[in-house]
């Protein structure tokens, strides 16, 4: 929603993280910005008194300013990929400091190599190369692509066809982190389960590497090498920092204090529920600003999950940021139909949320006469578990079996919608302006980038200079370029 500058109350904008734009008298956007807390930020441009501490630029700044609108998101990440993506978009004149080439960095691998490796790469490109991404964090993921070749001995050279003469020219053979598939040292086979293992890791299985460079973080510290130690820790912090938290599916449960089974016995204790807990489902929703809604399910039984039995949706029928409506659409659509193929209902349905998650899961499965089975909604902020008919929401103590094995499941789908998510909005995030104009496909977008560098040089050609810098491009067409993109950027 777009208000007016003098409509602006700090209340009207929430404190959490986000992007805000700003517009001028004639709508158009001349400042977008991003913020770790909305209603901070925002309002530091309104204080009394401000214009007269500000410098100049940003004094021009607020004069300028007309109308504001905001959108909120669910993390700092994506609030820098959006604020980019902004700025591509209308290019606002106060944005001097990302030009529209900036781009974040991708990870990159062809799997068709006989040795695949994985690289740095800022365009995705149509070369049959599988890419992860946008990563913000460009140091971070630096150092963890530097992590992850040694941790997995992959290959770092720059051949496709690594041979002895490759061999002499490379230091990892002196720090032994290479596999060395250059002098046959190990067959393809086994370095391609070695790639395996690290897709795992980049698709969010990350529990097995961070379990593991914590016991040699504690171990370099308990041997007092605390410079070791360092290290190891600065390799965690980069990981979370490239992958986030969250997206260790069992960051509560590495280490149950009980068996699975046991676990949930304790959680069927702690819900008093009357028959024996050994399947548990779980969804969760994941979308930006109501873009590319996805959900996910995920399965445990005795305790572990049973990823066989996942499954991922595609949000169809919401329109806007409604997660109530989305969580309901892929509740019904997974319960629809295991009522019509008369398969079993798992023990427990637990939704990633709060009250009004849960309310929306029990209003669907009403609606599709499914019969009586427990449904619980658990609240992230404070782990509070929402029981249908209980006015207070239930806390266990933080280290109970039963709410470490649904901290596991929430987060397995949570790190299981965000991958979905990630991989539909990949290509969005990572698209050029280009992608928008009539005519261009991938050949003749990559041809104009490589003769003029940059959207914003492009965006200065006349037609004639167009036609003359990219062969196959005749002046009809450069002319519908030139209107287009003087469109975008209004």
């Not at 971070?140 to 066809?161: H, I, P, Q």
């Amino acid at each position: 929603m777009i208000e007016l500058k003098e409509n602006f109350l700090p209340s009207k904008v929430p404190p959490h993280p986000g992007v805000y734009v700003y517009r001028d008298k004639f709508g158009s956007v001349i400042y977008v910005g991003k913020a770790k807390n909305l209603r901070r930020r925002m309002s530091s441009y309104f204080q009394p008194g401000r214009l007269d501490r500000a410098d100049v630029k940003l004094r021009q700044l607020i004069n300028s300013i007309h109308t504001w609108e905001f959108f909120q998101v669910k993390s700092e990440d994506e609030a820098l990929i959006l604020e980019s993506r902004l700025i591509k978009s209308y290019a606002p004149y106060y944005n001097i400091l990302m030009r529209d080439d900036k781009r974040y960095l991708l990870l990159k691998i062809k799997l068709d190599d006989p040795f695949p490796t994985l690289t740095l790469a800022r365009i995705k490109k149509d070369d049959n190369a599988t890419y992860f991404g946008p990563f913000p964090h460009g140091t971070a993921l630096k150092k963890t692509l530097d992590f992850l070749l040694a941790y997995f001995g992959l290959r770092a050279c720059r051949s496709n066809y690594p041979d002895a003469e490759t061999r002499k020219r490379c230091l990892k053979r002196v720090v032994k982190d290479c596999s060395a598939p250059c002098v046959g040292a190990i067959s393809q086979t086994d370095y391609r389960q070695k790639v395996d293992a690290m897709l795992e890791v980049l698709n969010g299985k990350l529990e097995n590497v961070t379990a593991e460079v914590k016991s040699r973080m504690l171990a370099s510290a308990q041997q007092l090498d605390y410079e070791r130690a360092g290290f190891w820790r600065d390799v965690l912090n980069n990981l979370e920092t490239v992958f986030g938290r969250r997206n260790r599916s069992f960051e509560h449960a590495a280490i149950p204090s009980r068996s699975g089974p046991e676990a949930m016995q304790a959680l069927q204790e702690a819900l008093h529920l009357p028959n024996k807990l050994v399947t548990m489902k779980c969804f969760d929703i994941s979308n930006l600003l109501g873009q590319l809604a996805v959900a996910s399910m995920t399965v445990f039984v005795d305790g572990k999950p049973a990823r066989d039995m996942y499954r991922k949706f595609r949000i169809k029928t919401v329109e806007g940021a409604n997660d109530f409506a989305m969580m309901s659409e892929a509740v019904g659509r997974h319960f629809k139909r295991l009522l019509e193929e008369k398969k079993p209902l798992p023990d427990l349905l637990v939704v990633d949320g709060g009250i009004g998650q849960l309310n929306a899961a029990l209003r669907t499965l009403t609606e599709l006469n499914c019969p009586p089975l427990p449904v619980i909604g658990l609240a992230e902020r404070d782990e509070e578990i929402y029981i249908p008919g209980r006015r207070e929401p239930l806390k266990l103590d933080r280290h109970h079996p039963g709410l470490r094995v649904l901290q596991a499941v929430r987060d397995e789908a949570h790190r299981f919608a965000i991958t979905y998510h990630r991989s539909l909005r990949q290509k969005r995030l990572t698209e050029s302006l280009l992608d928008d104009l009539p005519g261009i496909g991938e050949k003749r977008k990559m041809a104009l980038l490589k003769a003029f560098g940059s959207v914003r040089e492009l965006r200065k050609a006349p037609a004639q200079t167009i036609v003359g810098r990219v062969p196959g491009i005749g002046e009809a067409l450069a002319e519908e370029i030139v209107a287009a993109l003087g469109k975008q950027k209004q």
